[in-house]
């Protein structure tokens, strides 16, 4: 699966990185580092991930999306 995340959105609240640990990073107080290609084992973390962000900065299967267009 490949994820992005829009930072111009991402206010750092860390729900992320609490719900996928594996994926989402924060170093530091405010520079979030995540795995663009995490392994589909990590999906139900990343979904849960994506649906508990406060202002929908993570973006799911974003080529699948890309490809639909
Ligand atoms: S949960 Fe959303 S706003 Fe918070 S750090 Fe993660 S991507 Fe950014």
Do not use: T
């Not at 719900?19 to 973390?45: T, W």
């Not at 202002?55 to 999306?65: F, T």
């Amino acid at each position: 699966m490949r994820i992005a995340i829009d930072l111009s959105l991402c206010q750092g609240y860390a729900q992320c990185a609490f719900l996928a640990p594996d994926v989402f990073k924060f170093v530091g107080q405010e520079a979030l580092m995540y795995v663009p290609e995490p392994d589909d084992s990590q999906r139900q973390n990343v979904l849960r991930a994506a649906a508990a962000c406060p202002v929908g900065a993570i973006l799911v299967d974003v080529d699948d999306v890309a490809g639909a267009r």
